[in-house]
Structure formats: structure tokens, C-alpha cells
Nanobody, 121 residues
Framework: QVQLVESGGGLVQPGGSLRLSCAAS????????MGWYRQAPGKQRELVAT???????NYADSVKGRFAISRDNSKNTMWLQMNSLKSEDTAVYFC???????????????WGRGTQVTVSS
């Protein structure tokens, strides 16, 4: 059974920083693209940032210059460094990964359960 577990969320003041982690566990052959998504109350889930296995990144315009995504393939772990946080960043943050359990090109999408980030004074 593959699991993605997020951690690092919490309450932070505007202008502050948080670092989220996403760790994949289980019988994993390979992880391809990974990404962070968020969902605020009453809104649809939206993309925050993605990273390929080779390290190429992509960011939503709303977080460019403030957030940084990274990963360690040897540890099946991904991070999201969030700086200069704003109240509008408040949401549940989810990690997503395309994982192959048996090799070849058979990747399936897996989601974590999410971690709450609240930006408030």
C-alpha cells in the first residue's frame, strides 16, 4: 500500500514562513512528477507547484517568487518552502505524486490527505 503523508502545516502570521514535507512510503518502484495543490474553504482545489523527477519546476502565478518546491528522489520526499505568506494562502495543502509500483511506464496518481495552513494575525 502506497501512502503520501504531508506534514509541516500550522498557523503562521502574515509575512511568515512554513516548510511543508511530503513523504511517500510503501513498495515503490519509481516516482515521476510530484506536486502541491491547495484547497481553500468553498473553493476548488488548485495547483500550487509541480516538479519533475529531473527537477524542472512550475508554479502558479500567485506563488511565484514566494514558494519553492524541491524533492529528494533517494528519499521519496518532496518539500514546499513557503515564504512571505499571505492570508489568501490559507488552505489545506495536498501533495500528489505519479508512482510506479512495478516498473515500465505504469504510473498512477496518488494523493496525500492534506495539511492545514492558516495565515492569520
Amino acid at each position: 500500500q502506497v501512502q503520501l503523508v504531508e506534514s509541516g502545516g500550522g498557523l503562521v502570521q502574515p509575512g511568515g514562513s512554513l516548510r511543508l514535507s511530503c513523504a511517500a512510503s510503501g513498495i515503490i518502484f519509481s516516482i515521476n512528477d510530484m506536486g502541491w495543490y491547495r484547497q481553500a474553504p468553498g473553493k476548488q482545489r488548485e495547483l500550487v507547484a509541480t516538479i519533475t523527477r529531473g527537477g524542472s519546476t512550475n508554479y502558479a502565478d500567485s506563488v511565484k517568487g514566494r514558494f519553492a518546491i524541491s524533492r529528494d528522489n533517494s528519499k521519496n520526499t518532496m518539500w514546499l518552502q513557503m515564504n512571505s505568506l499571505k492570508s489568501e494562502d490559507t488552505a489545506v495543502y495536498f501533495c500528489k505524486a505519479y508512482i510506479s509500483l512495478s516498473g515500465g511506464n505504469n504510473y498512477s496518481a496518488y494523493w496525500g490527505r492534506g495539511t492545514q495552513v492558516t495565515v492569520s494575525s
